[in-house]
């Protein structure tokens, strides 16, 4: 690797990296301030995020609000641009850190990938504990708001208990609820932005029982206490099945991880048994069709292992 390239990547990396601090100092200890300087006043119109927009038709903008939607909905004390920027900084450390010492760029390439997915591996990781959270506080919820409107409080009133109560992260989404009714929102535009910001079928059940019996009236207690009922039949089923298929899952994820697991560690520590491969176009045919078998098969094991949204 010759002096000019390695310039580059220390150059494009150190920018990087003085981007990505800049902008975790920014979301960590700014973001009460509006998100920039102090002296900046806040604003108090709510900057519209992926949960206002409408859901695109076309391949990049599906990417763009996915991506957006994945950091909002983990919870995660950062925006989209400092995520794709920390991306960015360990694909290039990490790929060219590879590179540099193994002075190949295959080996780069590998690190690059193994880079971006680390973060973002992270960030999923924080989406779905967050979110088995929520699912894990909804009966609660559902008793107390049946307890409040058996008590005679309004829906409204019901919320703002709940929202006062609650502690985790439903907590949080109630209290910003209780905070959009208090600003004057209308109820039904409330619930559609809980149902659009907590992406679970309970939550969508939830809101569309709120919203019909605001308008149509009925007993909303007894409504809501069956459906408790029904939520906690429905965890304990899922916890029993996790249980019991734990081995075979564990299982399936080994076969389906030993291939490229291996052949990284084949290229990084014994390169001299892949460069038939490489050198030959048979080899190239073959390890291209082997990547986009491996590809399908870990997206069809991935998409069966996949948790219920």
Request: charge should be neutral.
């Amino acid at each position: 690797m010759d002096i000019t390239t390695i310039s580059i990547i220390v150059f494009v990396s150190l920018t990087l990296t003085a981007f990505a601090v800049g902008m975790w100092v920014r979301d960590l200890f700014f973001a009460g301030a509006g998100g920039g300087s102090a002296s900046m006043p806040r604003k108090l119109r709510r900057i519209p995020n992926v949960f206002d927009a409408v859901p695109a038709k076309d391949f990049s903008g599906r990417l763009d609000q996915g991506f957006e939607r994945l950091v909002l909905e983990s919870g995660a004390a950062i925006n989209s641009t400092t995520l794709f920027m920390t991306l960015m900084l360990c694909a290039i450390v990490l790929g060219g850190g590879l590179g540099f010492f193994q002075d190949d760029p295959l080996v780069g390439i590998a690190g690059a990938l193994v880079g971006l997915l680390i973060p973002l591996g992270y960030v999923a990781l924080l989406r779905s504990r967050r979110m088995r959270a929520i699912r894990d506080e909804l009966p609660v919820l559902l008793d107390m708001l049946a307890r409040t409107t058996r008590a005679g409080k309004s829906v409204d009133q019901a919320i703002e208990v709940c929202a006062a109560e609650l502690t985790g992260p439903l907590g949080a989404e109630f209290r910003q609820c209780s905070r959009q009714l208090e600003m004057g929102r209308s109820f039904d535009s409330v619930m559609k932005s809980l149902s659009a910001r907590v992406h679970l079928i309970e939550m969508q059940l939830l809101t569309t029982t709120l919203v019909v019996q605001r308008g149509s009236g009925g007993n909303l207690s007894e409504t809501l206490e069956r459906m408790s009922s029904v939520i906690r039949d429905r965890m304990t089923a899922y916890r029993q099945m996790m249980a019991a298929t734990g081995a075979g899952r564990v299982s399936t994820m080994l076969v389906a991880t030993i291939g490229p697991l291996a052949f990284l560690f084949l290229m990084l520590v014994h390169r001299s048994h892949l460069q038939q491969m490489f050198d030959e176009p048979l080899g190239r045919l073959l390890l291209f069709s082997a990547l986009l078998l491996e590809i399908a098969g870990l997206a069809w094991v991935f998409k069966l292992l996949k948790e219920e949204d």
